[in-house]
């Protein structure tokens, strides 16, 4: 962990806008329109260059690789473990049900309309056991000679994910929350590289444990702290 005796260090909490044909790029893929692997790897390097020196000329202490690599903070999940190849998920946010033309503004949003969810249909392992390094070398390429005080990496937690992919393998939700989580330790164990790097400041997103997805899911408080707390 960085720390100052001197000021309190700037930070954020990790996905950043991505440039647009890189958005492009990403849109099509998730479509399955054939992408060059490669291209897309040359974008998302030159990406995270960028937004390491956007992050430092505005000052940020602790700056991260704004998750250019992922299509969005949680769905890229499904891309890196196996097991998800069921049908999509379809969200019901309970707080705009009663608001429908703000539900329709939410769901027409062009990264939530082609979000691919598809759940859970089989047993999960790694998929792509390099992705986590590669998100890795392109950071620290990105801040060599970048005047900042440390870097950190974003991880989906299993409970985001729980919430993202339905479950239609596993004989209940615990069963499947510990296979999601068995999975991601797996694929970002530490390795000689990765570990001399950050040592490595990961932050979990877990936006739901204190924030508005019980209300979306739930319409009472017992709910709401019986969701959180299994997650």
Known sequence: MQRSQDRFLTTHTGSLPRPDDLIRMMYAKEEGVPVDAAALAARVRDAVAEVVRKQAAAGIDLVNDGEMSKPGYATYIKD???GF??????FAYQDLSDFPELQKRVFGDPGRSRRKTPACNAPISVRDERAAQVDVDNLQAAI???KVAGAFMSAASPGVVSLFFRNDHYKDFESYIYAIADACVTNTKPSPKRDSFCRSIVQISQWGATSSTPIWLC????????YTSRR
């Open 219 to 226: 319409r009472t408080s017992a709910s709401a702290r019986n």
């Open 144 to 146: 060599k000679g970048a």
């Open 80 to 82: 890196r473990l196996n």
């Open 85 to 90: 190849g069921g049908t999509g998920n379809t």
